[in-house]
């Protein structure tokens, strides 16, 4: 069988809660993650995180969708108050699918911009913003599972406690 995974962090406890029960989730564990090129939706700066602690979502794609898991995930915890939630992911081909979505929830609330060619463009980086999203975003290098069983990404294997 095919599955995916996904991490989040935030309240681990909560998280685990939540995604347990889902269908199409196959296991949550927690454990601590690191991640590079990571931003945030009010921060545009990149940056590497080092031991955060998150949960590994491993799910059936055929059953449940990256989306529906996000949008569980934001309607649990709130994306404009909440600095301590981050969506990771391993695969290149998540990464659109998260970008899009966190754009969409970085301007909700606010008018698209409409350009001289009548095209409507939805820029995060317009000023404007009606209200910030604190989401942290980025690619994972390493996922230490709370059995110490370390998950390596792009090569090397490294515990990060």
Known sequence: MYTKKIYFS???DELQKVFAGMTGVLSVLSG??????????????PQTL???????IEFNPKKTDLSTLMDVLFNVFNPYADKNLGVYYNSGEDEPQVELHLNFIAN?????????????????????????????VGRLINFVGGEENARTF???TEKIL
């Open 10 to 12: 935030g309240d681990i």
């Open 32 to 45: 601590k993650l690191s991640a590079k090129n990571v931003h945030s939706y009010v921060n545009h700066e």
């Open 50 to 56: 080092e031991g955060v602690e998150s949960v590994e």
């Open 108 to 136: 909700r609330g606010r008018e698209p911009v409409v350009s001289k060619a009548c095209l409507t463009i939805n820029d995060p980086h317009v000023d404007k913003i009606v209200r910030k999203c604190f989401v942290k």
């Open 154 to 156: 792009g090569g090397k």
